[in-house]
């Protein structure tokens, strides 16, 4: 198909940004750009699994909040314990999910990480800490479903999403 290759010209190898809008907008998704509700959070920060260790790691800060700066974060630090719960795979979904539920700003909030200095350095146990306070989450957009689709956009949306 030509246009594979438009497209990856002018939008992977190219600098045209992804037209989201329009493209959303076929099947009725309005796309409501970044919120400006504060909101609490654990800093912005994307947790993944280092399969060597099996712990909890922060493996982005690209979106890091100015509560994760707060904090003080780094990549590749190894989560450990939150507010005194350890935290593992198995837990990390209660025991993040019991905090955000009863979490108020101006509350301490304490991580235990494991950090190196270097790669060939010994992991040390590192006390991040702050008191809570509420942010606009970097990058979080709202998609809304519009009010009024047309018939030809409402053909778009089912086929894409299946019909609700």
């Known amino acids: ?11 992977v190898a190219g600098s045209e ?11 009725g998704i309005e796309f409501g750009g970044q919120s400006k509700e504060k909101e609490i959070t ?36 190894e989560l450990v314990k939150l507010n005194g719960k350890k935290l593992t795979p198995k837990n990390a979904q209660a025991v ?5 539920s009863k979490v108020k700003e101006g509350d301490r909030v304490t991580i235990i990480v ?15 800490s ?5 942010v606009i ?4 957009s709202n998609l809304v479903l519009s009010k009024n689709p047309t018939e030809k956009q409402m053909e778009v949306r089912d086929a894409w999403i299946g019909k609700h």
């Open 42 to 77: 654990l800093g912005g920060i994307s947790i993944g699994l280092n399969p060597a260790t099996n712990k909890l790691v922060i493996v982005n800060t690209a979106n890091m909040d100015d509560f994760g700066k707060a904090m003080g974060y780094k990549e590749y630090d």
């Open 96 to 100: 993040v999910g019991g905090y955000m």
């Open 137 to 140: 989450p970097a990058h979080k």
């Open 17 to 27: 940004p992804l037209p989201i809008e329009e493209t959303l907008a076929l099947a």
């Open 130 to 134: 702050s008191k809570v306070f509420a």
């Open 114 to 128: 494991k950090r190196k200095k270097s790669e060939n350095a010994r992991a040390k146990k590192v006390k991040l």
């Open 1 to 11: 198909y030509p246009e594979n290759g438009d497209f990856f010209k002018r939008y």
